[in-house]
């Protein structure tokens, strides 16, 4: 069912909690995976944009595919990076590799907090024109509301 799966990644733990169902997917159903790692370029008027800490990054996830190689499935990496916001970016990548889902972690945050911070997830359901699985945290760490977010999800 499942050829190819994009595992939208940003190098955080909850990514890495995501790589765990798309490994198991992948597995299931013979699936090609494609780690896609995006970046909104934002340009300020005093020069471009800095990113100290990509190569880690990139380097951690090309770590994780070749692990994903030395299991036996077929992986790849592609890096996104535009004035695009990351889910634009993310979702433009699923469609060029016709991925037929789109996988990422979630923070767990809601009400109040996401409508500040905003969430990459919730921005692919609504941008992506693929299925996208949203991998929450791990069962008893999920993010507690605070009072203001209580209220507001009321």
Not at 11 to 28: C, T
Not at 114 to 122: D, E, H, K, T, Y
Not at 140 to 150: F, I, N, Y
Request: glycine share 10%; hydrophobic share 40%.
């Amino acid at each position: 069912m499942f050829k190819t799966i994009v595992w939208a990644t940003d190098g955080s733990e909850l990514a890495d909690g995501a790589l765990e169902h798309v490994r198991e997917l992948a597995q299931h159903h013979g699936s090609r995976i494609v780690a896609v790692h995006a970046n909104e370029l934002l340009r300020g008027r005093f020069g471009g944009p800095s990113l100290a800490d990509e190569p880690e990054l990139e380097e951690k996830i090309g770590k994780q595919v070749d692990a994903l190689r030395q299991a036996g499935l077929e992986a790849e990496i592609e890096i996104r990076s535009g004035n695009r916001d990351v889910a634009t970016l993310i979702a433009e990548a699923a469609e060029e590799v016709d991925a037929d889902l789109i996988v990422v972690g979630t923070h767990g945050h809601g009400g109040f907090t996401a409508a500040l911070m905003g969430s990459v997830a919730r921005a692919l359901c609504h941008t992506a024109g693929r299925p996208v699985l949203v991998v929450p945290p791990p069962y008893g760490t999920k993010h507690e509301a605070s009072a203001d977010e209580q209220l507001i999800s009321v």
